[in-house]
């Protein structure tokens, strides 16, 4: 393991879970977890809890898009991709060869894209595939972020609130940024799933939205897929994550309300929140 500094220790504590919901015959969606080091990186399960101060933390949503089963194949390349490129990427950023985590993170969303665009152009099964890819690297004291897509990834302070990180790339997300929509009508509109940005799915060129946000005791981020937020507006999403979910994980609490509400699409979420 890395050296780390004598920061207080911080504990992640996170769930996750996917449904295919109530209408798709196969699920499109993918969800990761991992812990990454110079050497390595470990699967992490679908509910833990783990100190950042032994190794960064990484968790990501993805939502596949094309014929056949190629959004399925899409969205696990995507996250196999992470796995096999963090380790270097987290040895490039430790030995400060880089200028911060939003290079790198570029660089990881950019090798994941042209991944795709190559098995597109090779094989006709998979050509115009696709993927959303949403994804969150927590280091001490830190969240780091790239998105592409209309998966999302939102904040919930200590203090109370919700506040979405990502901006959704479409017309309708773009309309709604502007302020020419509201949220019920953005919900609404027949046109909110066609997207304007994705890896893969023939663009040539695509850039993530980067950013980081500090991490306190109490602060919970969700990372979800479209069919989460398909149901609810924001302020839901707040009241369910805040409700006592019994014997279910606060992601399998959410994944079942969203489909229960809708289910018209695939639905994934993983629900990571910060520990002192």
């Known amino acids: 393991m890395s050296k780390r500094s004598k920061a207080p220790s911080t504990q992640l504590l996170w769930s996750g879970h996917t449904d295919r919901g109530r209408v798709r015959q196969n699920n499109e969606d993918a969800f990761l977890g991992v812990a990454v080091d110079a050497r390595e990186v470990r699967y992490l399960g679908k509910i833990g809890e783990a100190s950042v101060d032994v190794a960064d933390f990484v968790f990501a949503v993805s939502d596949g898009m094309g014929g056949a089963s190629a959004g399925e194949f899409a969205s696990k390349i995507a996250v196999e991709k992470i796995t096999q490129m963090m380790p270097p990427l987290f040895k490039q950023r430790a030995s400060g060869l880089s200028a911060g985590f939003g290079d790198v993170i570029e660089e990881l969303f950019t090798e994941i894209h042209k991944a795709l665009l190559y098995l597109g152009s ?9 993927t959303t890819l949403s994804l969150c690297w927590f280091t001490p004291g830190w969240m780091h ?3 592409v897509g209309d998966s999302r990834i939102y904040y919930l302070p200590a203090e109370g609130g919700i506040k979405q990180l990502t901006e959704d790339d479409t017309h309708v997300g773009w309309l709604y940024r502007k302020g020419e929509i509201n949220e019920r009508e953005a919900k609404n509109h027949p046109r909110r799933h066609l997207l304007q940005k994705a890896l893969g799915a023939g663009h040539q060129f695509v850039t993530p939205q980067v950013g980081a946000v500090g991490c306190s005791p109490g602060d919970r981020f969700l990372i979800c897929s479209d069919g989460v937020t ?3 507006h924001d302020e839901q999403l707040l009241g369910i994550l805040s409700e006592n979910t019994g014997e279910l994980s606060p992601a399998q609490h959410l994944v079942t309300e969203a489909v229960e509400r809708s289910g018209r699409d695939n ?3 993983v629900v990571v929140a910060i520990g002192g």
């Open 122 to 130: 090779c094989y006709e099964e998979c050509e115009g595939m696709g």
């Open 145 to 147: 972020f790239g998105h």
């Open 230 to 232: 398909d149901g609810f």
């Open 267 to 269: 639905t994934t979420a």
